[in-house]
């Protein structure tokens, strides 16, 4: 059983922040890149995260498994039978890495009983790393800057911030977007788009296209932790270590008390 404490965070946060150097070696520069089965991009930065957070996480908590994005095809096969283990997306948001705009990070869950209980997002360009744990809030820690409390905030309907993919916002929610002529939005990569509304930059986060479960792990965690929720649009809590580890299409906010679902429409 992993005691669930201040000294595991510290110690996962850290695995992040080296990981997030690890991938800086490889930015900024010319990126060669191969395409995956499903034709994702991956890059020499996806991989040396991998390792590292693989390896750091075998020493750190011995006989937990790892899910990684990276992971093979027989651990992918594994995992069902797994109840508690680390889900990690050594690098989420390749693309906006390939592009060099800075958004992508590193994220580190840890799943028990198919819902993510601690959750470490960390940005590397910036050095931000946001936590949180179940039951224990949420934190930010800009770059050698000391942690400070997040949570989510009432949202104002009239006055909604609202944040959408760059390059998968879909037709629903461009809709909903010319819908709320009084919304402001915020574009931006990666799941970057989970600690705005963890921290209450922003409210809502719809996600209409697909995604798989490393990519929301960590953040959904935050967000929970600092006061939000993530919910299917029936309005189910995103699980995980489902049969298939693509996520439905969900909406993440920071103000539970509102009907987000009827947004759509």
Not at 194 to 214: H, S
Not at 225 to 242: F, P
Request: hydrophobic residues 40%; glycine residues 10%; aromatic residues 6%.
């Amino acid at each position: 059983m992993i005691k669930m404490d201040e000294a595991l965070v510290s110690a996962v946060c850290d695995v992040a922040r080296e990981a997030g150097r690890a991938t800086l070696q490889f930015y900024g520069g010319p990126v060669s890149v191969e395409r995956k089965g499903d034709d994702s991009p991956l890059t020499a930065a996806d991989k040396a995260a991998h390792t590292l957070i693989l390896e750091s996480l075998r020493k750190l908590t011995p006989g937990v498994p790892v899910l990684s994005e990276e992971s093979s095809a027989t651990e992918v096969a594994e995992r069902r039978k797994w109840d508690t283990f680390w889900l990690v997306d050594p690098l989420d948001g390749t693309k906006e890495f390939i592009k060099g705009t800075g958004e992508f990070t590193v994220n580190i869950a840890l799943v028990s009983g198919g819902e993510p209980v601690l959750g470490v997002v960390h940005v590397p360009v910036s050095g931000v790393t946001y936590w949180g744990r179940k039951g224990a809030g949420a934190f930010v820690a800009r770059a050698d800057g000391a942690p400070v409390a997040i949570r989510t905030r009432p949202a104002t309907l009239e006055r909604l911030v609202i944040v959408a993919s760059k390059d998968h916002a879909g037709p629903q929610v461009e809709a909903l977007l010319k819908r709320l002529t009084t919304a402001s939005t915020a574009n931006m990569g990666s799941s970057l788009k989970f600690c705005l509304v963890a921290e209450g930059k922003a409210d809502f986060y719809p996600r209409l296209a697909p995604t798989c479960e490393w990519d929301t792990g960590a953040a959904q965690c935050v967000l929970e932790a600092a006061g939000g929720g993530v919910t299917d649009t029936e309005g189910r809590r995103l699980t995980y270590n489902k049969a298939e580890l693509t996520n439905p299409s969900f909406l993440a906010f920071g103000d539970p008390r509102q009907d987000w679902r009827a947004l759509l429409g």
